[in-house]
C-alpha cells in the first residue's frame, strides 16, 4: 500500500477510490434492492465512480491524443452513464437503471482495471514489481 500512497496525485485518490468502487458495487450487486440502505450505498457509488473518472482526466501516463488517451473515453462515458442511471431510477425506469449501473461497474471499473495491469502501468509495478 505504500507504493501506491507513494505515487503522485492523483494517483492514490483514483486508485482507492477505484478499489473501494468495486468492493461497494459488488456488495450492492449481490444485495437486495430498493431498501434504504441500497439506496444510500448506491449514492456513495455514484459518487465514488465520479471521483474516480474525474481523477483520470489528471493522469496522463498514455498520451495518444495529447495528454489523454481511449482509457479517458472510458471516463467520459462513465460520467455519462452515472448520469443516466441516475436518471432513469428518479423517473422509475428499474430495468434500465438496473443495466446502466451493471455495464458501468462491468466496464467503468472491471474493464479499466484490468487495462491497469498493463506492463508499464502502475498498477502492474506495484503488484507484479
Known amino acids: 500500500m505504500d507504493g501506491l500512497l507513494n505515487q503522485t496525485p492523483p494517483i492514490p485518490l483514483h486508485a482507492l477510490g477505484a478499489m473501494l468502487a468495486i468492493m ?3 456488495a450492492q450487486l449481490s444485495m437486495k434492492k430498493g431498501g434504504a440502505v441500497h439506496m ?3 449514492r456513495v457509488w455514484v459518487g465514488l465512480m465520479l471521483v474516480v473518472a ?3 482526466f489528471f493522469i496522463h501516463e498514455i498520451r495518444l491524443w495529447g495528454e489523454y488517451s481511449p482509457i ?3 471516463s467520459l462515458w462513465t460520467i455519462w452513464s ?3 442511471a441516475v436518471y432513469y431510477v428518479r423517473i422509475g425506469n428499474i430495468r434500465r437503471h438496473k443495466q446502466v ?3 458501468l461497474y462491468c466496464l467503468g471499473l472491471v474493464l479499466t482495471g484490468l487495462f491497469t495491469l498493463w ?3 502502475v ?3 506495484l503488484l507484479f514489481g
Open 24 to 26: 461497494l458495487g459488488a
Open 40 to 42: 444510500l450505498l448506491g
Open 54 to 56: 474525474g481523477s483520470s
Open 72 to 74: 479517458h473515453l472510458l
Open 82 to 84: 452515472a448520469g443516466l
Open 101 to 103: 449501473m451493471i455495464a
Open 119 to 121: 506492463p508499464g502501468r
Open 123 to 125: 498498477m502492474h509495478q
